[in-house]
Structure formats: structure tokens, C-alpha cells
């Protein structure tokens, strides 16, 4: 056998073992893909250890109070011990199923809450968030006249607490956000005020403070503020909660 035939079949096998070999590199390089970096803790849904003596706050709301909850703490030290569901407390439904969890076993003096922006988002046939409200398909989360069953079953349940009662008016709905209607919050709040109108209970109208400045306060076409604009809401907030503590 020539030395030219003998070369051949190694050529081969080399071309083989080179074949063998890619997959395991492909896979090595898949292992080596950037793990992204886990989210930091929302400060805002941290647990509050209390400081003897001062009284108990619970805030309850979505993710607009999550946004002003750790500014009301801060404008409350000294002053109150601020508490919230470590959770986005979502529509009305959320807060029936999850109630009981939230006001846990101790003494609140005040409770300041609100439900709305969840119940009046649109979602999808399938349940999807969201959904384009001039879709026929589209239907709210929780209609007015369930909103209005269900937050009477809430408040009927708070006031159990014997803690003063605060009502956060649901915050507007600009023109463009993505799965609500402008205007709905408005229709929301009427439906809220005349169950709190029949309960005697305290009205923080955070939708009337928000409206006039919304270009100033709240991000384009998005239910959600600034972080100056929810700074600006738990000076309101701290408002109507320093009033009734004064009491």
C-alpha cells in the first residue's frame, strides 16, 4: 500500500472525530449563556417590626400603594408603625379570598385601602390581562354591580376590626393605558363613595388630588406615577391618616 492510500483513511478519521466533538462544544456553550441577576426585594413589601407605643397603620391597595408605601413610612416615623399585605392586593375578588390573611391577629388603629383599578381592567375570553376593551370579547374583571357587592362585604369586615376606616379613591386612568378605559375609575369611585357615604367612613380622594396634574404625576398612557408622583401621594396619604390619629 502506498504512503498516499495510507493518509487517506486517517484524513478521515480526523474529519470523523471533529464531528464527534462539535455537539460537546455546542453544549459547552449553552453552559456558559449569563445567568441574569435575581430581582432586589421591594422594600415596600418588607415585613415592619413595630416600635412599642406607636399606633398601627395598615395600607391596602395595588401596585399604586406599593408605590407610595415605603414614602409613607418614611413621613411616619416616630409617629405610626406603617403595615401592608406584602402582596399587590389586586381587585375586590383578591381581597375577599385573602382578607382574613391581611388583618392577621393584632389591633390595627387605622386601616387606609382601596380596590378599583384592578376590578376595571378588561381581560380576554381565556382570562387575559389586559384585553383591548372595545373587543366583543373583552369583559372587566369584576363589573360594577359585583364591585359594588363584593366592597360592601369588605368594609362590612373592616369596621369588625374597630380600626378608623380610610377610603383611597381609585386613582385615574389616563387616555392610552393599555387594558381600562379612561373615565371607569371615575364610574368606580361613585359606586365606592355611596357605600362609604352609608358607613360614615373617612374619604382620602386621592383621584381628585391626581387628576389636574396627571401630565406632572402619572407616566404617559400608564395607570402608574412617577416615583415623584407617588412620593406626592403619600404626602396625601399621610394627610388623611395624621388627621384621624390626631382625633
Known sequence: MTGAAIRIPCLCCAVLCLAVSSPARAGDVKQKKKVRPARKPNPALAAVRDVPGLPRVLLIGDSISIGYTVAVRKLMTGKANVHRPLTNCGPTTKGLAEIETWLG???????????????????????????????????????????????????????????????????????????????????????????????????????????????????????????????????????????????
Do not use: C
Open 105 to 247: 391577629s393584632g389591633r390595627w388603629d387605622v386601616i387606609h385601602f382601596n380596590w378599583g383599578l384592578h376590578d376595571l381592567k378588561y381581560l380576554g375570553p381565556q382570562g387575559q390581562n389586559l384585553a383591548d376593551p372595545q373587543a366583543a370579547t373583552s369583559r372587566q374583571q369584576v363589573p360594577p354591580d359585583q364591585y359594588a357587592a363584593n366592597l360592601q362585604k369588605l368594609v362590612l369586615r373592616l369596621k369588625k376590626t374597630g380600626a378608623t376606616l380610610i377610603w383611597r379613591s381609585t386613582t385615574p386612568v389616563p387616555k392610552g393605558a393599555s387594558g381600562r378605559l379612561a373615565g371607569d375609575s371615575a364610574k368606580y369611585n361613585a359606586i365606592a363613595k355611596k357605600i362609604m357615604d352609608e358607613h360614615g367612613i373617612v374619604i382620602d380622594d386621592q383621584y381628585a388630588f391626581a387628576m389636574p396634574r396627571l401630565q406632572q404625576l402619572q407616566r404617559p398612557a400608564n395607570v402608574h406615577f412617577t416615583p415623584e408622583g407617588s412620593r406626592e401621594l403619600a404626602q396625601q396619604a399621610v394627610r388623611a391618616i395624621q388627621k384621624v390619629l390626631q382625633k
